[in-house]
């Protein structure tokens, strides 16, 4: 297990004997203050770097806080969700925003870039929290991929693979769907 799933599990382990109420009653207590801490970050602080292996190189501290931990909560939403198969209460600001930002780094992405070469792909993600993005250098889209939003996610943060409908190139949509990978 990596050393991120096995602090996670740390957590899990720690608080698996506490109740619906008791876990709220922590986090009530808990998040303000960590939201706090976050914002109180020094500069110099916020700009040190940290080995982030998804990503192969080192990312700002400020990187993990503001964009990394909230999107690896929002996935726990998600498969919270999902595990007790409840719908996801979905927001276009909030969750379109988070879609938004997944792919902005999945743009700036080597390793999507490298896969897709000079060709352009049009993201579709349906839903709420979804739109259209186009990636690549080429001026027409080569391949248009559409999928869900949250399945979308699912699949930028290496869980799975989801259904998806391809128009175009079906070789270059599925190089660049192998590619769609950012950290959660």
């Known amino acids: 297990m990596s050393q991120l799933d096995a602090m996670n599990q740390i957590q899990v382990d720690d608080r698996a004997d506490r109740s619906p109420t008791e876990l709220l009653s922590e986090l009530r207590q808990a998040g303000p203050r960590a939201i706090a801490t976050r914002r109180r970050l020094p500069f110099p ?3 040190l770097r940290v080995p982030l292996p998804p990503l192969g190189g080192w990312v700002p501290i400020g990187y993990l806080t503001d964009v990394i931990y909230p999107r690896d909560m929002w996935m726990h939403r998600l498969d919270i969700c999902r595990a007790a198969d409840r719908p996801m209460a979905l927001d276009s600001e909030h969750d ?5 930002l997944v792919m902005r780094d999945l743009g700036q992405q080597r390793a999507w870039r490298a896969a897709c070469g000079s060709s352009a792909v049009v993201y579709h993600l349906t839903g709420v929290a979804g739109g259209s993005w186009r990636l690549g250098r080429g001026h027409q889209p080569d ?3 559409t999928l869900d939003a949250p399945d979308f996610h699912l699949l930028a943060s290496g869980r799975r693979r989801v259904p998806v409908s391809v128009i175009g190139d079906p070789a270059l949509a599925e190089r660049a769907l192998a590619a769609t990978r950012v950290p959660y």
Do not use: P, Q
């Open 96 to 100: 379109g925003r988070m879609t938004a």
């Open 143 to 145: 391949a248009e991929i």
């Open 45 to 47: 602080l916020r700009a």
